[in-house]
């Protein structure tokens, strides 16, 4: 069956204002190039927002504007890992962070990975 | 870039009703590029509805999507204690991450 295991120390990273965070999905169950990986960001007790995605056959990305020159995914095919590296962190990026595989028929979120919670503090 | 809106924010409902989630759309989705996703407190959401009315994997028939243009929506019939959770919807057409803000189920 489809897996997608976040890293993070028990689930939970915690930065201090400037810093970056990277967060590490690892797929099982599937051919991992076959599938584009999205990322999916939460804040506390808020909605849910699209942070980007990455093609792991060609390591092309799509990012919104918001966070270009920010993020950064990379793929492993040699580990079936994709990396999410968010710099300059701010404590709006306060949140839980998911990865996701890209839908069959489209850009839809097929399975989930279990959420990092990245929380910013001094 | 499409915005979404869900009606109502809160739905109050008992177990064995059945309960209609709107979701709006500020132009018109392509191809019925729209999507539902169920997400109880701390867990990751769940992927119910693709295609505006496909369902997902494992998902149970109770559960059907409808609508196309601007206006879809999500019906759950005869409730059961496990679907009271927060509802969203996705366009995914133009821009794969639009969501609405979610519509949350509670008992009543």
């Known amino acids: 069956q489809v897996q997608l295991v976040q890293s993070g120390a028990e689930g939970t990273e915690v930065k201090k204002p400037g810093a970056s965070v990277k967060v590490s999905c690892k797929a099982s169950g599937y051919t991992f190039t076959n599938n584009h990986l999205h990322w999916v960001r939460q804040a506390p007790g808020q909605g849910l927002e699209w942070l980007g995605v990455i093609n792991p056959r060609s390591t092309r990305t799509n990012y919104p504007q918001k966070f270009q020159g920010r993020l950064t995914l990379t793929s492993d095919t040699s580990t079936s890992t994709v990396d999410m590296e968010l710099n300059s962190l701010t404590y709006d990026d306060t949140a839980v962070y998911y990865c996701?595989?890209?839908?069959?028929?489209?850009?839809?979120?097929?399975?989930w990975g279990q959420g990092t919670l990245v929380t910013v503090s001094s | 870039e499409i915005v979404l809106t869900q009606s109502p924010g809160t739905l109050s409902l008992s177990p064995g009703e059945r309960a209609t989630l709107s979701c709006w759309a500020s132009?018109?989705?392509?191809?019925?590029?729209l999507a539902w996703y169920q997400q109880k407190p701390g867990q990751a959401p769940r992927l119910l509805i693709y295609g505006a009315s496909s369902r997902a994997t494992g998902i149970p028939d109770r559960f059907s999507g409808s609508g196309s243009g601007t206006d879809f929506t999500l019906t759950i019939t005869r409730l059961e204690p496990e679907d009271f959770a927060v509802y969203y919807c996705q366009e995914y057409g133009s821009s794969p991450g639009t969501f609405g803000p979610g519509t949350r189920l509670e008992i009543k």
């Open positions: 132009q018109s989705v392509t191809s019925y590029y």
């Open positions: 996701a595989t890209e839908g069959h028929w489209g850009a839809y979120f097929e399975y």
